[in-house]
T-cell receptor, first 116, second 111 residues
Framework: EAGVAQSPRYKIIEKRQSVAFWCNPISGHATLYWYQQILGQGPKLLIQFQNNGVVDDSQLPKDRFSAERLKGVDSTLKIQPAKLEDSAVYLC??????????????FGSGTRLTVV | GDSVTQMEGPVTLSEEAFLTINCTYTATGYPSLFWYVQYPGEGLQLLLKATKADDKGSNKGFEATYRKETTSFHLEKGSVQVSDSAVYFCALSGGYQKVTFGIGTKLQVIP
């Protein structure tokens, strides 16, 4: 089966600019996650979708970050305006469905964002 | 809330040495436990998992046992190879399948 697709792989922007990342999960996976991985740290959950609804966005900086999952398939994460501390790898992951113990995730390769 | 503590790296070993990466967790209830691996320039891959106490997860020669009494899930491999060089993340999953990760331990294996 095809894996989780993310684009772009790399992005360099100036601070205060906007940027968008795209993710296409594994076909049929109901749950989609966006994680932020700052260099030297573990991934931090930004937002979790179940189909096209938000389950958890408690750690999403909503003043500058937004995400949507129209039609419950692919998803877009946007940052506007970007700050230097947003430099990180943004990982998308999907899993078959919520509530199934021990499922684990399948991750995409990530988008490496550098804000200068 | 849920948290994972794992040993800081980097860990440098010679090829064929024995590997242990320590991981302890704090969680309510009975979480599932995972080890993920991240090779240079790639995304995270699930290495192994355990869903209940005393379960042993294994894959590619790596093993980890879910120890509820010590809240630990240490990763072990009897003989590491250069190709095992990567960053290893311990993680747990509680309610709603949200996965909480540790900071990662970088392993470097030298020939």
């Amino acid at each position: 089966e095809a894996g989780v697709a993310q684009s772009p792989r790399y992005k360099i922007i100036e601070k205060r600019q906007s940027v968008a990342f795209w993710c296409n999960p594994i076909s049929g996976h109901a749950t989609l996650y966006w994680y932020q991985q700052i260099l030297g740290q573990g991934p931090k959950l930004l937002i979790q979708f179940q189909n096209n609804g938000v389950v958890d966005d408690s750690q999403l900086p909503k003043d500058r970050f937004s995400a949507e999952r129209l039609k419950g398939v692919d998803s877009t994460l946007k940052i506007q305006p970007a700050k230097l501390e947003d430099s990180a790898v943004y990982l998308c992951a999907s899993s078959p469905r919520q509530g199934r113990k021990g499922t684990g995730y399948t991750f995409g390769s990530g988008t490496r964002l550098t804000v200068v | 809330g849920d948290s994972v503590t794992q040993m800081e790296g980097p860990v440098t070993l010679s090829e064929e040495a024995f590997l242990t990466i320590n991981c302890t967790y704090t969680a309510t209830g009975y979480p599932s436990l995972f080890w993920y691996v991240q090779y240079p320039g790639e995304g995270l891959q699930l290495l192994l998992k355990a869903t209940k106490a005393d379960d042993k997860g294994s894959n590619k020669g790596f093993e980890a046992t879910y120890r509820k009494e010590t809240t630990s899930f240490h990763l072990e491999k009897g003989s590491v190879q250069v190709s095992d060089s990567a960053v290893y993340f311990c993680a747990l999953s509680g309610g709603y399948q949200k996965v909480t990760f540790g900071i990662g331990t970088k392993l470097q294996v030298i020939p």
